[in-house]
Protein backbone atom coordinates (compact mmCIF):
# COMPACT_ATOMS: atom_id res chain seq x y z
CA UNK A 1 0.00 0.00 0.00
CA UNK A 2 2.43 2.71 -0.82
CA UNK A 3 0.22 4.93 -2.50
CA UNK A 4 -0.65 5.54 0.93
CA UNK A 5 2.44 6.88 2.41
CA UNK A 6 3.53 9.95 0.65
CA UNK A 7 5.33 13.72 1.78
CA UNK A 8 3.52 16.05 3.98
CA UNK A 9 4.98 19.48 4.61
CA UNK A 10 6.68 18.97 8.20
CA UNK A 11 7.76 15.43 7.80
CA UNK A 12 11.45 14.76 8.47
CA UNK A 13 14.10 12.86 6.05
CA UNK A 14 12.58 9.43 5.51
CA UNK A 15 9.61 9.78 7.48
CA UNK A 16 6.15 8.82 6.90
CA UNK A 17 2.69 10.31 7.52
CA UNK A 18 1.41 7.08 9.60
CA UNK A 19 4.79 7.52 11.39
CA UNK A 20 5.51 10.65 11.84
CA UNK A 21 4.84 12.26 15.54
CA UNK A 22 4.07 15.52 14.03
CA UNK A 23 0.31 16.62 13.74
CA UNK A 24 -0.25 17.47 10.10
CA UNK A 25 -4.08 16.97 9.98
CA UNK A 26 -4.82 17.00 6.50
CA UNK A 27 -7.64 18.97 5.56
CA UNK A 28 -9.82 18.30 2.48
CA UNK A 29 -10.34 20.54 -0.54
CA UNK A 30 -12.95 21.69 1.28
CA UNK A 31 -10.80 22.85 4.17
CA UNK A 32 -12.49 20.64 6.49
CA UNK A 33 -11.74 17.09 8.39
CA UNK A 34 -13.86 15.21 9.67
CA UNK A 35 -14.76 14.52 13.23
CA UNK A 36 -15.79 11.02 15.21
CA UNK A 37 -16.54 11.61 18.83
CA UNK A 38 -17.14 8.89 21.41
CA UNK A 39 -18.47 8.65 24.95
CA UNK A 40 -15.34 8.19 26.92
CA UNK A 41 -17.16 5.66 28.90
CA UNK A 42 -19.43 3.42 26.80
CA UNK A 43 -17.48 3.47 23.78
CA UNK A 44 -20.39 4.91 21.81
CA UNK A 45 -20.34 6.94 18.69
CA UNK A 46 -22.46 10.26 19.93
CA UNK A 47 -22.18 12.47 16.76
CA UNK A 48 -19.70 13.09 13.24
CA UNK A 49 -19.28 16.41 12.05
CA UNK A 50 -16.91 18.77 10.68
CA UNK A 51 -13.85 20.79 11.66
CA UNK A 52 -12.19 23.91 9.81
CA UNK A 53 -8.68 24.60 11.06
CA UNK A 54 -9.63 27.14 13.62
CA UNK A 55 -12.35 24.30 15.01
CA UNK A 56 -9.85 21.61 15.45
CA UNK A 57 -7.52 24.53 17.09
CA UNK A 58 -10.18 26.06 19.29
CA UNK A 59 -10.98 22.51 20.50
CA UNK A 60 -7.31 21.35 21.20
CA UNK A 61 -6.73 24.51 22.84
CA UNK A 62 -10.01 24.93 25.11
CA UNK A 63 -10.89 21.12 25.76
CA UNK A 64 -14.63 21.79 24.43
CA UNK A 65 -15.50 20.83 20.75
CA UNK A 66 -16.13 22.90 18.44
CA UNK A 67 -17.32 22.28 14.75
CA UNK A 68 -17.69 23.64 11.27
CA UNK A 69 -21.48 23.94 10.31
CA UNK A 70 -21.71 23.35 6.75
CA UNK A 71 -25.67 23.96 6.82
CA UNK A 72 -25.00 27.66 8.07
CA UNK A 73 -21.18 28.12 7.38
CA UNK A 74 -19.74 28.87 10.68
CA UNK A 75 -18.18 28.09 13.56
CA UNK A 76 -20.24 25.78 16.18
CA UNK A 77 -19.43 25.33 19.69
CA UNK A 78 -20.83 21.96 19.96
CA UNK A 79 -23.85 22.30 23.10
CA UNK A 80 -23.17 26.48 23.28
CA UNK A 81 -26.82 26.83 23.46
CA UNK A 82 -27.97 23.82 25.05
CA UNK A 83 -25.17 23.40 27.56
CA UNK A 84 -24.06 19.86 26.35
CA UNK A 85 -20.73 20.77 25.71
CA UNK A 86 -18.63 17.72 24.49
CA UNK A 87 -15.74 17.82 27.08
CA UNK A 88 -12.75 16.26 25.10
CA UNK A 89 -10.75 13.94 27.11
CA UNK A 90 -8.80 12.71 24.01
CA UNK A 91 -7.68 13.64 20.31
CA UNK A 92 -6.86 11.37 18.02
CA UNK A 93 -5.48 11.04 14.07
CA UNK A 94 -5.92 7.80 12.25
CA UNK A 95 -2.41 6.81 10.44
CA UNK A 96 -3.12 9.02 7.46
CA UNK A 97 -4.00 12.22 9.11
CA UNK A 98 -7.05 12.58 7.92
CA UNK A 99 -9.74 12.06 10.57
CA UNK A 100 -9.81 12.94 14.01
CA UNK A 101 -11.50 10.86 16.90
CA UNK A 102 -12.35 13.07 19.83
CA UNK A 103 -13.12 10.94 22.91
CA UNK A 104 -15.90 13.17 25.05
CA UNK A 105 -17.66 13.25 28.05
CA UNK A 106 -21.13 15.33 27.04
CA UNK A 107 -22.07 18.07 29.98
CA UNK A 108 -25.40 18.92 30.95
CA UNK A 109 -28.51 16.93 29.96
CA UNK A 110 -25.93 13.94 28.60
CA UNK A 111 -28.06 14.93 25.16
CA UNK A 112 -25.14 14.73 22.16
CA UNK A 113 -28.17 14.76 19.39
CA UNK A 114 -30.27 17.73 18.33
CA UNK A 115 -33.30 15.05 18.46
CA UNK A 116 -33.01 15.04 22.16
CA UNK A 117 -31.10 11.44 22.37
CA UNK A 118 -27.99 10.41 23.80
CA UNK A 119 -26.28 9.88 20.39
CA UNK A 120 -26.96 10.49 16.68
CA UNK A 121 -27.06 6.83 16.13
CA UNK A 122 -29.90 5.89 17.69
CA UNK A 123 -31.00 3.51 14.85
CA UNK A 124 -29.53 0.17 13.63
CA UNK A 125 -30.56 -1.46 10.59
CA UNK A 126 -32.42 -5.40 11.00
CA UNK A 127 -34.07 -7.56 7.81
CA UNK A 128 -37.83 -6.43 7.68
CA UNK A 129 -40.37 -8.60 7.23
CA UNK A 130 -41.20 -8.71 3.43
CA UNK A 131 -39.00 -5.69 2.04
CA UNK A 132 -35.27 -5.35 2.26
CA UNK A 133 -34.01 -3.36 5.84
CA UNK A 134 -35.97 -1.13 8.27
CA UNK A 135 -34.75 0.86 11.11
CA UNK A 136 -35.33 0.10 14.77
CA UNK A 137 -35.05 2.13 17.27
CA UNK A 138 -32.35 1.05 20.38
CA UNK A 139 -31.97 2.38 23.54
CA UNK A 140 -28.65 4.04 24.40
CA UNK A 141 -26.51 4.09 25.96
CA UNK A 142 -26.47 0.47 25.70
CA UNK A 143 -23.75 -1.79 26.80
CA UNK A 144 -20.70 -2.43 24.49
CA UNK A 145 -20.25 -6.12 23.75
CA UNK A 146 -23.50 -7.43 24.11
CA UNK A 147 -25.04 -6.72 20.49
CA UNK B 1 -33.36 23.16 13.78
CA UNK B 2 -35.74 23.03 11.50
CA UNK B 3 -33.49 23.21 8.63
CA UNK B 4 -32.02 19.54 9.34
CA UNK B 5 -35.63 17.94 8.74
CA UNK B 6 -36.43 17.88 5.32
CA UNK B 7 -38.43 15.42 3.17
CA UNK B 8 -36.39 12.20 1.94
CA UNK B 9 -37.74 9.87 -0.86
CA UNK B 10 -39.63 6.95 1.00
CA UNK B 11 -41.24 9.14 4.11
CA UNK B 12 -44.38 8.93 4.97
CA UNK B 13 -46.51 11.82 5.37
CA UNK B 14 -45.82 14.07 8.56
CA UNK B 15 -42.44 11.89 8.93
CA UNK B 16 -39.17 12.70 9.00
CA UNK B 17 -35.62 11.96 8.42
CA UNK B 18 -34.77 11.72 11.66
CA UNK B 19 -38.10 9.38 13.17
CA UNK B 20 -38.58 7.08 10.84
CA UNK B 21 -38.34 3.52 10.83
CA UNK B 22 -37.49 3.22 6.76
CA UNK B 23 -33.72 3.02 5.96
CA UNK B 24 -32.87 5.96 3.95
CA UNK B 25 -29.09 5.88 3.66
CA UNK B 26 -27.90 9.88 2.32
CA UNK B 27 -25.37 9.25 -0.14
CA UNK B 28 -23.57 12.35 -0.90
CA UNK B 29 -22.77 13.97 -4.28
CA UNK B 30 -20.14 11.44 -5.21
CA UNK B 31 -22.40 8.67 -4.39
CA UNK B 32 -20.89 7.90 -0.76
CA UNK B 33 -21.28 7.57 2.89
CA UNK B 34 -19.13 7.88 5.17
CA UNK B 35 -18.97 4.85 7.90
CA UNK B 36 -17.08 4.11 11.09
CA UNK B 37 -15.85 1.17 12.46
CA UNK B 38 -15.83 0.14 16.48
CA UNK B 39 -14.80 -2.79 17.67
CA UNK B 40 -17.46 -4.67 19.42
CA UNK B 41 -15.65 -5.39 22.60
CA UNK B 42 -13.49 -1.89 23.37
CA UNK B 43 -15.55 0.48 21.56
CA UNK B 44 -12.26 2.06 19.99
CA UNK B 45 -12.47 3.38 16.60
CA UNK B 46 -10.92 0.69 14.25
CA UNK B 47 -11.10 2.90 10.84
CA UNK B 48 -13.11 5.55 9.26
CA UNK B 49 -13.97 5.26 4.96
CA UNK B 50 -16.42 5.35 2.76
CA UNK B 51 -19.12 3.48 1.01
CA UNK B 52 -21.32 3.30 -1.75
CA UNK B 53 -24.93 1.70 -2.21
CA UNK B 54 -23.08 -1.33 -3.62
CA UNK B 55 -20.44 -1.48 -0.47
CA UNK B 56 -23.63 -0.84 1.84
CA UNK B 57 -26.00 -3.30 0.55
CA UNK B 58 -23.01 -5.94 0.63
CA UNK B 59 -22.07 -5.21 4.32
CA UNK B 60 -25.57 -5.51 5.51
CA UNK B 61 -26.27 -8.71 3.54
CA UNK B 62 -23.03 -10.44 3.97
CA UNK B 63 -22.30 -9.38 7.19
CA UNK B 64 -19.07 -8.33 6.49
CA UNK B 65 -17.85 -4.96 6.01
CA UNK B 66 -17.24 -3.45 2.17
CA UNK B 67 -16.25 -0.05 1.21
CA UNK B 68 -15.57 1.96 -1.87
CA UNK B 69 -11.99 2.87 -2.25
CA UNK B 70 -11.36 6.30 -3.43
CA UNK B 71 -7.68 5.91 -4.32
CA UNK B 72 -8.30 2.81 -5.96
CA UNK B 73 -11.94 3.09 -7.53
CA UNK B 74 -12.84 -0.43 -6.88
CA UNK B 75 -15.23 -1.94 -4.23
CA UNK B 76 -13.02 -3.17 -1.45
CA UNK B 77 -13.62 -6.48 1.15
CA UNK B 78 -12.12 -4.71 3.91
CA UNK B 79 -9.16 -7.75 5.07
CA UNK B 80 -9.88 -9.78 1.67
CA UNK B 81 -5.93 -10.21 1.60
CA UNK B 82 -4.93 -9.92 5.23
CA UNK B 83 -7.41 -12.17 6.83
CA UNK B 84 -8.58 -9.34 8.79
CA UNK B 85 -11.82 -9.43 7.41
CA UNK B 86 -14.49 -7.41 9.47
CA UNK B 87 -17.23 -9.29 10.79
CA UNK B 88 -20.39 -7.10 11.23
CA UNK B 89 -22.43 -7.42 14.90
CA UNK B 90 -24.57 -4.15 14.04
CA UNK B 91 -25.00 -1.50 11.42
CA UNK B 92 -26.60 2.18 12.89
CA UNK B 93 -27.09 5.29 11.12
CA UNK B 94 -27.24 8.69 12.48
CA UNK B 95 -30.09 11.44 12.90
CA UNK B 96 -30.65 12.25 9.05
CA UNK B 97 -29.56 9.24 7.67
CA UNK B 98 -25.73 10.39 5.99
CA UNK B 99 -23.55 8.53 8.14
CA UNK B 100 -23.03 4.54 9.09
CA UNK B 101 -21.44 3.31 12.37
CA UNK B 102 -20.42 -0.51 11.74
CA UNK B 103 -20.15 -2.20 15.11
CA UNK B 104 -17.55 -5.21 14.03
CA UNK B 105 -15.18 -7.42 15.52
CA UNK B 106 -11.75 -8.14 13.40
CA UNK B 107 -11.06 -11.44 12.27
CA UNK B 108 -7.54 -13.52 11.39
CA UNK B 109 -5.04 -11.36 13.53
CA UNK B 110 -7.23 -8.74 14.50
CA UNK B 111 -5.29 -6.02 12.69
CA UNK B 112 -7.85 -2.86 11.30
CA UNK B 113 -5.16 -1.28 9.69
CA UNK B 114 -3.21 -1.16 6.88
CA UNK B 115 0.30 -0.21 9.08
CA UNK B 116 -0.63 -3.68 11.24
CA UNK B 117 -2.10 -1.12 14.31
CA UNK B 118 -5.16 -3.01 15.58
CA UNK B 119 -6.79 0.46 14.93
CA UNK B 120 -5.90 3.41 12.70
CA UNK B 121 -6.27 5.79 15.32
CA UNK B 122 -2.81 4.46 17.33
CA UNK B 123 -1.82 8.67 18.09
CA UNK B 124 -3.33 10.44 20.11
CA UNK B 125 -2.61 14.69 20.31
CA UNK B 126 -0.36 15.96 23.21
CA UNK B 127 0.96 19.50 24.14
CA UNK B 128 4.54 19.86 22.77
CA UNK B 129 7.52 21.19 25.13
CA UNK B 130 8.01 24.47 22.73
CA UNK B 131 5.78 24.34 19.69
CA UNK B 132 2.24 23.68 19.46
CA UNK B 133 0.96 19.85 19.69
CA UNK B 134 2.81 16.52 19.16
CA UNK B 135 1.14 13.11 18.63
CA UNK B 136 2.18 10.42 21.21
CA UNK B 137 1.28 6.72 20.22
CA UNK B 138 -0.79 4.99 22.06
CA UNK B 139 -0.84 1.32 22.97
CA UNK B 140 -4.10 -0.32 21.50
CA UNK B 141 -6.50 -1.60 22.86
CA UNK B 142 -6.80 0.63 25.49
CA UNK B 143 -9.52 -0.01 28.13
CA UNK B 144 -11.73 2.94 27.89
CA UNK B 145 -13.07 5.51 30.60
CA UNK B 146 -9.45 5.71 31.73
CA UNK B 147 -8.19 8.51 29.86
Known amino acids: MSDIIRKAPGLGDGETIEQTQSFLPKFGANGLI ?3 VTDHKSGNVLMFAHMNEEALRKTIASGFAY ?3 RSRS ?3 KKGEES ?4 KVNEVRTDCDQDVIWIIAEVEGDGVACHTGATSCF ?4 VQGREDGTV ?3 VALPRPLGHG
Do not use: C, D
Open 34 to 36: PAI
Open 67 to 69: FWS
Open 74 to 76: KLW
Open 83 to 86: GNLL
Open 122 to 125: YRRV
Open 135 to 137: LEH
